[in-house]
């Protein structure tokens, strides 16, 4: 079989397929226009469609384009292998291999393999790397950034979420940033004028609390952290150095806490952090904590703070494994190379408010 005749043969029936459904919504086209119905529209790329020059004029049911299609509105399904431009607004759902961009007003659903960009409005946008958008109600999921004005719903994003006011809940997997959220922002960061609810690491809010600590551990192990957060839920971050080891002794710490209970200058902590000490060689030891922590202020702004914790550690070095000698339970692996074993400690420190 000749190769170039079959190659032939396959793109003239392709042509043929397309040239009749230009045909079919054309007529289509032409009867709605006589009834004043919206319209159907079937093209390559603006203006080689079925609505042709006067597609940016047009409100359409439905549009199908193998590349790009413009409209002034859209009432339906809007399908494009790269891009649907609408120039107002568009109501039902819009799919485009790259972008949707929405003038106005987007009621309904809006899928596109890169970004989507509108005005505001009602339903969902989900995009493979970012949505942007004015004010409204309903969900942004985006592989990359959502950016937003006055939302009411929920954001999602790999990387960050942005709004100007938020009235639903941020979850991104890096930062959050908003002006002001009536709800909750769930991220490593999350940084807002005023806040309700802030689950991270780092949670910053003029209505939230902020804390410098200097902390030390049963192992000798100082660290200077940061706790931030509001009236119950905040994250802890810290660095410092052990003073029991000569090799790994450079020390990390993150997790969250909760203030159980507050009666007056009384505050019990509860925290539940995972730590490690590193001397940047290959060699692990990783420790998660339980801790409960009794806090007391003695000044406005001057807390100290103390009490036990429940420890898991996992460590594949010496110096790690002679820092504990008492285990509520212990074993090793990897021909005693590795050691994994619950025991009791304590942390104390003294934290400035701010």
Known sequence: MNFNLYQDSILLT???IWTFFLIVFTSTNIY?????????????????????TSAPRDTNNFSLNLIAGV???????????????????????????????IGKIANGAMFAGFINTYGGGKGVAVAGFSNISGNGSGAQIAGFLNKGGD????????????AREMKGTQIAGFMNLAKKVKGAQISFINIADSAGTQIGIINLAKNGEKGLAATIDEHQTTLLTLRSGGKVLYGIIGIGYNFSNKKEKYAWEAGIGAHVLTIQSFRLNTELVSSGLESFKGEDY??????????FKITRSVELFGGPSFNFVNTNNPEGQKLTEHYVSSWRRNNGRDLYGFYFGYTAGIQVLF
């Open 14 to 16: 392709i042509l043929k």
């Open 32 to 52: 709605a226009q006589n009834k004043e119905r919206p319209r159907t529209n079937v093209g390559l790329v603006y203006p080689l469609s079925s609505n042709w």
């Open 71 to 101: 409209s002034a509105a859209e009432r339906g399904v809007s399908l494009a292998g790269f891009a649907n431009i609408v120039h107002n607004d568009a109501s039902g759902v819009q799919v485009a291999g790259f972008s949707n961009h």
């Open 151 to 162: 939302i009411s719903s929920v954001q999602v994003a790999g990387f960050m979420n942005m």
């Open 286 to 295: 990783t420790k998660s904590s339980f801790r409960l922590m009794p806090a």
